[in-house]
Every structure is written in structure tokens, then in C-alpha cells.
């Protein structure tokens, strides 16, 4: 069957991964290209390009599974901090289209970082922005 992610390619196990968690909805291993030592990829099973359409139940899982996988990390590798990551949309930076949450562990070395240039907020842009999105979570 084509237009299979490559991460639903690695759940199936016909590309081959460093598998650290599975169960019905979700699947989690190691990043090929970690940003420091544990960085793991946690996915849900459903291939979801972006998570505004996973499913109720695999976003649930999603969420009971990042806690679990984090202490884990931070258990094994020793790590002082993580971060979790979650691109969706390649100009958002996504580069897989299958939901996918990255945790990060952080060293006392570590060097990497996510910043972003905070500006100011708007009073009024702020009001028209909240009422929008209130609106269309009443939808
Ligand atoms: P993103 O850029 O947020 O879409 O993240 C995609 C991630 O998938 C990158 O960090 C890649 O290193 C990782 N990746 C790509 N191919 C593989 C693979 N075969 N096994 C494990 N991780 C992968």
C-alpha cells in the first residue's frame, strides 16, 4: 500500500528502529539523529498528519504515554531536564507528516536550544485573538 509514513513503516517493523515502548495506540523509539543522548520519537499508531486530527482516543493515549516515557528517560540517561517538541506542518519545521512528540533529554553540557523572539502583546489583537478561538472551541 503506498503514501505510508515512513514512521508507519517502523511501527509494522519493516524499517527498523531502537523500539522503547509500544501498546495499542502508540508506539515510541529512539530519534535517528538525536539532538543529545535518549532523544526519543513518541508516535501515535493512527498516522495522523498533524495533531488537530488525531483521533480522541489515540490523543488520550498520547498523553497517558508522555509521562511514562519521560521518567523513564530521565531514570535512565540521568538527564537534569528535558524538552518535549512537537512540530506540525513542514513550515512549522515538521519534516515526518505523522504526529509525532519529541522528548529531549538535557545534560549539564548540553547545548542545543529552541529559542524564539517574544514580542509584546497587543491588548486588542490579544481580546480579537482569545474571542476567535473561544468561538471555534464552541463550534
Ligand atoms: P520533525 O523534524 O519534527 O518532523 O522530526 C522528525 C524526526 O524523525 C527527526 O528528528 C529525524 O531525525 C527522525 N527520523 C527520521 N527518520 C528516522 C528513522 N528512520 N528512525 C528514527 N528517527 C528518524
Wanted: charge should be negative; charged fraction near 20%.
Amino acid at each position: 500500500m503506498s503514501g505510508r509514513t515512513l514512521f508507519t513503516k517502523i511501527i509494522e517493523g519493516e524499517i527498523p528502529c531502537y523500539k522503547l515502548y509500544e501498546n495499542e495506540h502508540v508506539f515510541a523509539f529512539l530519534d535517528i539523529n538525536p539532538l543529545s543522548k535518549g532523544h526519543t520519537l513518541l508516535i501515535p499508531k493512527e498516522p495522523a498528519p498533524t495533531i488537530d486530527q488525531l483521533t480522541p482516543d489515540s490523543a488520550a493515549a498520547i498523553g497517558k504515554a508522555l509521562p511514562i516515557l519521560s521518567r523513564a528517560i530521565k531514570e535512565a540517561t540521568g538527564a537534569i531536564a528535558y524538552n518535549i517538541i512537537q512540530n506540525n506542518g513542514k513550515e512549522a519545521g515538521m519534516t515526518v507528516p505523522h504526529v509525532h512528540f519529541h522528548i529531549i533529554p538535557r545534560y549539564p553540557e548540553s547545548k542545543h536550544s529552541f529559542t524564539w523572539e517574544p514580542k509584546s502583546m497587543d491588548v486588542s489583537e490579544g481580546r480579537t485573538i482569545a474571542d476567535a478561538i473561544q468561538h471555534s472551541l464552541s463550534e
